[in-house]
């Protein structure tokens, strides 16, 4: 790579720091914005940001969705605007754009759908929010701890919507399992959380080199092609996959504990890819400690970039029950321990809450037992939408002031804090790091 790039890259950075945020930004000092005024009764006009591989998915999971109208597309690269005319084109009338300032300079749009890498997410969704446009932002939230903050900033100051994409605090069997742990105290004093997201397909894509130029590359902050295409492999423009992929269940810890960490321990390298493949840590462990308002816990979260072993799955532990929860709703399941009132199981049980599966697995039962007995259940709530587009849905009835976000930019700080910590601390070759109540706080 040539220092040119390097050069490139760095001021690209520099620019997206704190410190550049108020030049990159501006401050208007007027922002002028009436709810909805671009859009008819009961129907929002949309954009996307980005639409390689996540921003087709974007626009997939909107398709039961029709309140939302698609009105511009906005990515640098030709193929994709390309690609986005020809899926988008049957059902919406979209203009598309290679800048984005542009875009929401020209289009009348109430909301954005951001789904480029985490570097831009700050830039994008701050010039956005000023511009009188809400915005659904991919997590991980920003690239770092400050240009985070000043998206909260932001969001306070100009009343717009800013959720962040962490779509299990939308999903039904999450909701369920939450209200189970605080409304009705069923898995009793939360003590422990443990989670993994293993995942072998975490992996390099064979891109052929498409229609844009390494100075076009260089303009929005790549230092080379492979750069761009595999972006979560590099260090310069990521946090790896304690970011990518940890993000989105150390954000259930702390949703659950409705505590953060004060007290990390981590251990992660690049043990298994050649460096040729990513400069990233292939694996990472971490350990957190919390200070609940029941009392003391502790949480364990793995991430494995070489193996899919155990999937990805989060487990809520008390000393009355736990719960697995997953996307997949065939792997979310309940735990009664045997001191657990068994009164209030069984009218969880009655109003169809839960299932009780203790008949199947007597019919099942092949083993010999190892601890105290414990009896499964499963949640009887069906989901009307996946995780991704009742996420979606929380983000535009909010819009239209039907209910609060799910997980604005404000509750994304507080729970992403940690993974900038752990990703700062993992540069820097860091075991330990303590984080001070006053850093979840942004003023």
Not at 146 to 166: C, D, F, S, Y
Not at 378 to 402: C, D, P, Q, R, S
Request: a neutral charge.
């Amino acid at each position: 790579m040539s220092t040119n790039k390097k050069d490139t890259r760095r001021n690209f950075i520099k620019k997206t720091s704190t410190a550049g945020l108020g030049l990159a930004f501006g401050a208007p000092s007027i922002f002028a914005y009436n709810p909805l005024t671009n859009s008819s009764l009961n129907n929002l006009n949309f954009g996307i940001i980005g639409f390689g591989g996540k921003g087709g998915h974007a626009y997939s999971i909107c398709a039961p969705l029709t309140h939302i109208k698609f009105k511009a597309v906005c990515d640098i690269n030709p193929v994709n605007r390309a690609k986005a005319k020809e899926v988008m084109g049957e059902k919406h009338d979209i203009q598309v754009y290679e800048d984005y300032e542009e875009m929401i300079d020209k289009e009348k749009l109430d909301a954005v759908i951001i789904n480029t890498p985490d570097m831009w997410h700050a830039r994008q969704s701050i010039h956005c929010m000023k511009k009188g446009v809400h915005v659904y932002c991919e997590k991980t939230m920003a690239f770092n701890q400050e240009e985070a903050k000043e998206m909260v900033r932001v969001m306070n100051e100009t009343g717009m919507k800013l959720q962040i994409g962490h779509q299990r605090r939308s999903t039904t069997n999450y909701l369920e399992a939450f209200k189970m742990a605080h409304d009705s105290n069923l898995f009793g004093r939360l003590t422990n959380a443990v989670g993994q997201w293993n995942n072998s397909r975490y992996s390099r894509r064979a891109w052929k080199k498409q229609e844009i130029d390494d100075t076009k590359l260089a303009k929005y902050g790549y230092g080379s092609y492979d750069e761009y295409a595999n972006w979560r492999c590099f260090k310069s423009v990521s946090n790896g996959i304690i970011a990518d992929l940890g993000a989105h269940q150390i954000d259930i810890y702390s949703w659950f504990f409705k505590a953060n960490p004060h007290r990390i321990m981590i251990a992660g390298s690049r043990d298994y890819y050649p460096l040729s493949y990513t400069d990233h840590e292939d694996n990472v462990f971490v350990i957190f400690d919390y200070k609940t308002p029941q009392g003391p816990a502790r949480a364990f979260y793995e991430v494995i970039a070489n193996s899919s072993a155990l999937g990805v799955t989060e487990r809520i532990i008390g000393d009355k029950g736990a719960v697995v929860l997953s996307l997949n709703s065939n792997k979310v399941a309940l735990y009664k321990e045997d001191s657990a009132d068994q009164q209030l199981w069984d009218s969880l049980v009655s109003n169809n809450t839960l299932k009780n599966m203790a008949d199947q697995e007597k019919l099942n039962r092949t083993y010999v037992d190892e601890t105290a007995p414990q009896i499964t259940y499963k949640i009887n709530v069906k989901e009307k939408y996946n995780a991704f587009t009742a996420h979606m849905l929380n983000f535009t009835e909010a819009i239209m002031g039907n209910e609060s976000l799910n997980c604005d930019a404000a509750e994304a700080y507080r729970c992403e804090l940690p993974v900038f910590k752990i990703a700062e601390a993992l540069r820097k070759n860091e075991a330990i790091v303590i984080i001070n109540e006053s850093e979840y706080v942004v003023s």
